[in-house]
């Protein structure tokens, strides 16, 4: 009963396991990383399990307008990003540089630019880079896309919270002036009407 509580901790937190070894024992050629594929994602249901955290909209937006530019002035893409990873904000920074790493020691585009999944508006531009490596296409069109739409997302979340606290604004008036105007307004009116019918 205990090795098996092991076991399942040791899936739970990602360690590696004896089976996991084995099945790494046996991989074929053709699904067997190279080293110039990258780092791999590393951990067990935990770290799957933790939601990303949300990136700032309009700074995600900036940061694929400014790599729009820098592809637009004739840099690489492993130039834009190393561009980008200088000056991007700090919720983006280690996502820009780590890809601008990556290219930069020649891991192929597909597993450099994975680092960007599960981020909204970056991973759209992972996609995007990744079909114009294999396509030739501009990237330029489609960062513009993304940037518009970000800036869209962040308006339509400004609007709501305004909204929201519309809302929360009017609930203590509610609160208070509701029972006030019953109380002052209505009960003396009905409280007269009353005794003037009996």
Known sequence: MIPLIFVALAALVGLPSHTGRLAAAHTTEATAKT???GPTARGGLISKLKPAAPLDPLAVAGDVELFAACLATGLSVHGATSAVARTADAQTKDLWETVSALLGVGVPTHSAWGHMKGHAGL???????????????TIAAGCHRICTSLRAEASAHATAQAERAGVFIALPLAVCFLPAFIVLGLAPVVISLGAQLL
Do not use: F, K, T
Not at 123 to 137: F, H, K, P, R
């Open 35 to 37: 080293p110039r594929d």
């Open 123 to 137: 991973e759209d531009l992972a996609q995007l880079v990744i079909m114009s490596g294999q396509s030739g296409a």
